[in-house]
């Protein structure tokens, strides 16, 4: 397993969209700072390639993923979306949630850390996207 993600990639759209998505007012008033600086950064972070170089070992947008809680071992499937498409499954993980943030432009392998609602840490590791 690798330690923490070092490098990300997103894909030129997705970038674009998730910009305009933390530019737009109603975003900026329903969304944490601490989430608006972690996407902003990781966009900052983040190399880009088109959506036809994206391989199935990246977590994307609109991409269906598997994380296994390092605490519980547990299996999370998660698909991340926008915050319009959220809710629609239990699967569904907004890019606006501090998890989301964290997964974008991850690989297989990649541990993904961020703190929960009660403030505990948390450990994730990208398992497998799926196509």
Not at 9 to 36: F, G, Y
Not at 65 to 90: M, N, R
Request: charged residues 25%; hydrophobic residues 35%; contains cysteine.
């Amino acid at each position: 397993m690798k330690s923490l993600a070092t490098k990300y990639t997103v894909t030129t759209r997705d970038r674009a969209k998730i910009t305009e998505l933390l530019n737009a007012p109603e975003v900026c008033n329903q969304t944490s700072a601490e989430v608006q600086r972690s996407l902003r950064e990781r966009l900052q972070q983040a190399a880009s390639v088109e959506a036809s170089q994206v391989s199935g070992e990246l977590v994307s947008m609109n991409s269906p993923f598997y994380l296994q809680d390092q605490t519980t071992g547990e299996v999370i499937k998660q698909w991340l979306c926008y915050p319009d498409a959220a809710g629609y499954s239990a699967n569904d993980l907004s890019i606006l949630s501090p998890l989301g943030a964290q997964a974008l432009g991850c690989r297989v392998g990649d541990e993904i850390v961020v703190d929960d609602s009660n403030g505990r840490r948390r450990r994730f590791t990208v398992l497998r996207i799926l196509a």
